[in-house]
């Protein structure tokens, strides 16, 4: 078995599509040179693409001593971020954690997240899991303004101050900020706490390998050296596995498949989908072009959305992410009443079922006319999620520069924000406030 990422394309590109390939791949390597040469629009922002090769044996060892601390002090540890500032360490976290952690006691915090909704129920019930117990926040914003993280900071370090004092806060609150503006940053200088930076020319969906995902990574108590040397293997070896994907991809896009679903065969990946929906969503998604990313979650799925991707309309592509070996083996039992008709499969492993479940759903979607992408990881652990990261990550930069935009920005997402804070009355939104007024009444 291959101890890296892999591609397979067999089921998703035909002879038919060899010409398109063969211009696709120039158009790749020119995608790839502009962005590795840092002369493609927002070249500003390309701090994660040697990030790996950079982190410095100083910096992790400050992050693991930070993280042990946090450890030792906290029954639970909120991580207060919104978009790349809480996904990528949630799909990381999730993917290593046992599925049930959640019911069972064991050492060190349990992490929560905050800060990436303004559902004020979910605040509440939040507040009422940490309350009595000693909590610790790791609080992550550039400019510690954004609405959802400033909301649930405000609450969240105002109750740790009345519960458990000021000293144990300021201890046990830290800042993943700006390395010198910005109101976090203040607020941070002002009371002591301790603070990591993230880089300026690293975007948020980019930052999984910054302290924005190693400190909370390390936090849950996974080993976030691993992590990085999956990255560093990517960054250094894989670029075949990287241009194969974002060739094929764009191949698709081209023949009129306009929507990439991921697919995987693993519940401990959900969050991982999560994560690259908002990769390639907030990358490509400009000039009204970008390819729709969705997911799904089998077998779970294949009792709802499954209809829809086997006979439904012919605009989709599926890439199914595969994992080589599972932690642990089930085997099924013989049963000598065999009620339920399984004893086909006694002494099966409940692995080997599922991937069975996978191929024979893979070649049943192909014959329906969806395309089918095959990645490959041989475990779900720290070296290969790592490798997983960066693989996505410099698809997406290239494949955003293949599509003719700047993969790096997110201009559309303001625009939800300008008419919110008009709505709430925020200073400086007079005027909009108006005219919306003005609009709702006709």
Same mark, same amino acid.
């Given at each position: 078995?291959?101890?890296?990422?892999?591609?397979?394309?067999?089921?998703?590109?035909?002879?038919?599509?060899?010409?398109?390939?063969?211009?696709?791949?120039?158009?790749?390597?020119?995608?790839?040179?502009?962005?590795?040469?840092?002369?493609?629009?927002?070249?500003?922002?390309?701090?994660?693409?040697?990030?790996?090769?950079?982190?410095?044996?100083?910096?992790?060892?400050?992050?693991?001593?930070?993280?042990?601390?946090?450890?030792?002090?906290?029954?639970?540890?909120?991580?207060?971020?919104?978009?790349?500032?809480?996904?990528?360490?949630?799909?990381?976290?999730?993917?290593?954690?046992?599925?049930?952690?959640?019911?069972?006691?064991?050492?060190?915090?349990?992490?929560?997240?905050?800060?990436?909704?303004?559902?004020?129920?979910?605040?509440?019930?939040?507040?009422?899991?940490?309350?009595?117990?000693?909590?610790?926040?790791?609080?992550?914003?550039?400019?510690?303004?954004?609405?959802?993280?400033?909301?649930?900071?405000?609450?969240?370090?105002?109750?740790?101050?009345?519960?458990?004092?000021?000293?144990?806060?300021?201890?046990?609150?830290?800042?993943?900020?700006?390395?010198?503006?910005?109101?976090?940053?203040?607020?941070?200088?002002?009371?002591?706490?301790?603070?990591?930076?993230?880089?300026?020319?690293?975007?948020?969906?980019?930052?999984?390998?910054?302290?924005?995902?190693?400190?909370? @990574?390390?936090?849950?108590?996974? *080993?976030?050296?691993? &992590?990085?040397?999956? !990255?560093?293997?990517?960054?250094?070896?894989? +670029? $075949?596995?990287?241009?194969?994907?974002?060739?094929?991809?764009?191949?698709?896009?081209?023949?009129?498949?306009?929507?990439?679903?991921?697919?995987?065969?693993?519940?401990?990946?959900?969050?991982?989908?999560?994560?690259?929906?908002?990769?390639?969503?907030?990358?490509?998604?400009?000039?009204?072009?970008?390819?729709?990313?969705?997911?799904?979650?089998?077998?779970?799925?294949?009792?709802?959305?499954?209809?829809?991707?086997?006979?439904?309309?012919?605009?989709?592509?599926?890439?199914?992410?595969?994992?080589?070996?599972?932690?642990?083996?089930?085997? @099924?039992?013989?049963?000598?009443? *065999?009620?339920?008709? &399984?004893?086909?499969? !006694?002494?099966?492993?409940?692995?080997?079922? +599922? $991937?069975?479940?996978?191929?024979?759903?893979?070649?049943?979607?192909?014959?329906?006319?969806?395309?089918?992408?095959?990645?490959?990881?041989?475990?779900?652990?720290?070296?290969?999620?790592?490798?997983?990261?960066?693989?996505?990550?410099?698809?997406?930069?290239?494949?955003?520069?293949?599509?003719?935009?700047?993969?790096?920005?997110?201009?559309?997402?303001?625009?939800?924000?300008?008419?919110?804070?008009?709505?709430?009355?925020?200073?400086?939104?007079?005027?909009?406030?108006?005219?919306?007024?003005?609009?709702?009444?006709?």
């Amino acid at each position: 078995m291959s101890n890296s990422i892999q591609v397979i394309s067999k089921y998703a590109l035909g002879k038919s599509d060899d010409q398109r390939i063969k211009a696709l791949s120039a158009t790749a390597l020119a995608a790839k040179h502009t962005l590795e040469s840092g002369s493609g629009a927002g070249n500003d922002f390309l701090g994660w693409l040697h990030l790996p090769t950079n982190i410095d044996e100083q910096h992790l060892q400050d992050i693991e001593a930070c993280a042990a601390r946090m450890r030792q002090d906290c029954e639970y540890v909120i991580t207060i971020g919104i978009g790349g500032s809480y996904l990528g360490a949630k799909c990381v976290i999730e993917a290593l954690s046992d599925h049930f952690a959640a019911y069972k006691s064991g050492n060190g915090p349990k992490i929560v997240f905050a800060g990436s909704n303004i559902g004020e129920d979910y605040l509440y019930d939040l507040m009422d899991l940490v309350r009595g117990h000693k909590f610790g926040i790791i609080v992550i914003s550039k400019s510690g303004t954004t609405t959802e993280p400033a909301i649930a900071f405000r609450l969240f370090k105002e109750m740790l101050e009345k519960q458990e004092g000021k000293e144990f806060a300021q201890r046990n609150i830290v800042a993943v900020t700006d390395a010198r503006r910005g109101a976090l940053r203040g607020l941070a200088t002002q009371e002591g706490y301790k603070t990591y930076i993230i880089p300026d020319n690293v975007g948020g969906r980019f930052s999984v390998l910054t302290p924005v995902g190693l400190l909370p @990574i390390a936090v849950a108590g996974f *080993d976030i050296r691993a &992590l990085v040397i999956g !990255a560093v293997e990517m960054e250094i070896n894989g +670029n $075949k596995q990287i241009m194969e994907y974002a060739i094929a991809r764009n191949v698709l896009y081209q023949n009129g498949k306009k929507i990439e679903i991921l697919a995987n065969f693993t519940p401990r990946l959900h969050y991982i989908a999560e994560w690259w929906k908002q990769l390639y969503g907030e990358s490509e998604g400009k000039q009204h072009k970008g390819i729709f990313p969705a997911s799904v979650d089998f077998t779970t799925d294949l009792h709802s959305m499954g209809q829809w991707i086997q006979d439904g309309e012919r605009t989709i592509f599926e890439t199914v992410l595969s994992v080589g070996d599972q932690q642990h083996e089930v085997i @099924i039992p013989r049963d000598e009443e *065999d009620l339920d008709g &399984l004893n086909y499969i !006694a002494g099966k492993n409940v692995d080997y079922v +599922n $991937k069975m479940a996978e191929l024979g759903t893979r070649l049943a979607h192909v014959d329906g006319g969806v395309p089918n992408l095959l990645i490959t990881m041989p475990a779900v652990n720290e070296r290969y999620l790592g490798q997983l990261i960066y693989f996505f990550e410099k698809a997406c930069g290239i494949s955003g520069y293949m599509l003719g935009v700047n993969p790096f920005d997110q201009p559309g997402v303001e625009a939800y924000k300008r008419n919110m804070f008009a709505l709430l009355n925020k200073p400086g939104y007079e005027e909009q406030s108006a005219a919306i007024q003005a609009r709702l009444k006709k």
